[in-house]
């Protein structure tokens, strides 16, 4: 959250443009509006808009193209291949918030710029500590030295709140550490993703096509989220309905995680447990339209 908070302020100004994907996530929404430079957004990862905001703004002293590079509602990844070559075409920085592929994403789980070959591509990347590199609380700005130089002048919750308290930066650390000698974890995180996705399409859920751990399973009604998360509970499995204004109306869903830690066994407790509260509202098998047909949005 205070990486996205800090990086825009200090780097762009009103000669300048911020182009968005419009599915950042809320904390790049809230650091996009402390900068004063110009804003423009795109339809979600489509290149072709993107291309035309990127046209648009050729009269700006500085773009800067803003994504996350995996999304944390949907799974889904930024096309940062794509995305570099339109900022090498149109002269853009480019800044990534990998908080959902740090430590995972990629062969040596690098992030989404290694997933998509741009590492040395992307000018800033921010993350949090919180998430797979499990300290839970934290987070950073990495990127071209001269762009950290500045930050640490002038990002405002650097500069002016407490730190990360010691004891999460010696676990990072720790963490990063663990995580470079050996990518056993996140290959066991990938094989856990494939066969989970695997099994709840083959048992009927109607889950978000993509290959990263965010497995959202969508319901778009939000009572029907909520029920199905409480019935899911009833089985021993805790996961939570997502609905309005979290994403946007008639989108509404569980969001699920793999995680590295999880055995098969879990993974088949999880798809049986989907599978019985599925079967009970009767959407096993059924997609957007009958759900929405049955259940309203
Ligand atoms: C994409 C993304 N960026 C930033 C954050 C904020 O991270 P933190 O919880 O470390 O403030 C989150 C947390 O949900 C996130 O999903």
Same mark, same amino acid.
């Given at each position: $959250? +205070?990486?996205?908070?800090?990086?825009? +302020?200090? !780097? !762009?100004?009103? +000669?300048? /443009?911020?182009i968005?994907?419009?599915l950042v996530h809320a904390s790049i929404v809230d650091g996009m509006r402390l900068s004063k430079a110009q804003l423009f957004n795109y339809k979600h990862n489509n290149m072709s808009h993107l291309e035309e905001k990127l046209q648009e703004t050729q009269n700006c002293r500085f773009r800067m193209i803003i994504t996350d590079g995996v999304f944390s509602m949907d799974g889904d990844m930024a096309k940062l291949d794509e995305i570099c070559n339109l900022a090498?075409?149109?002269?853009?920085m480019v800044m990534v918030d990998d908080s959902h592929a740090s430590g995972f994403i @990629?062969? &040596?789980?690098? @992030? &989404?710029h290694e997933h998509f070959g741009v590492m040395g591509?992307?000018? /800033?990347?921010? #993350? #949090? !500590?919180?998430k797979a590199l499990g300290g839970a609380t934290g987070g950073c700005?990495? =990127?071209?030295?001269e762009i950290v130089d500045l930050c640490r002048q002038r990002a405002r919750p650097y500069l002016f709140s407490n730190t990360v308290p010691p004891v999460v930066v010696a676990a990072s650390i720790k963490v990063i550490d663990l995580i470079s000698k050996t990518t056993e974890r996140r290959d066991k995180l990938e094989r856990n993703t494939k066969y989970f996705r695997e099994k709840m399409t083959k048992a009927g859920l109607d889950i978000k096509e993509g290959e990263t751990p965010i497995v959202p399973v969508m319901l778009y009604n939000a009572k029907l989220a909520q029920d199905v998360a409480r019935d899911m509970y009833a089985e021993g499995i805790y996961v939570i309905g997502f609905f309005f204004p979290v994403v946007a109306q008639g989108q509404a869903r569980i969001r699920t995680q793999i995680s590295a830690d999880h055995e098969i066994e879990h993974i088949d407790k999880a798809v049986a447990a989907f #599978?019985?509260?599925g079967a009970r509202y009767n959407i096993l098998g059924k997609k957007r339209d009958e759900i929405i047909a $049955?259940? =309203? $949005?």
């Open positions: $959250m +205070e990486a996205n908070a800090a990086i825009f +302020e200090v !780097l !762009l100004n009103k +000669e300048d /443009a911020m968005s994907d419009r090498d075409k149109y002269d853009a @990629g062969k &040596t789980g690098r @992030g &989404t591509r992307i000018d /800033a990347i921010t #993350t #949090t !500590l919180g700005i990495s =990127g071209r030295k #599978t019985k509260v $049955m259940y =309203g $949005m």
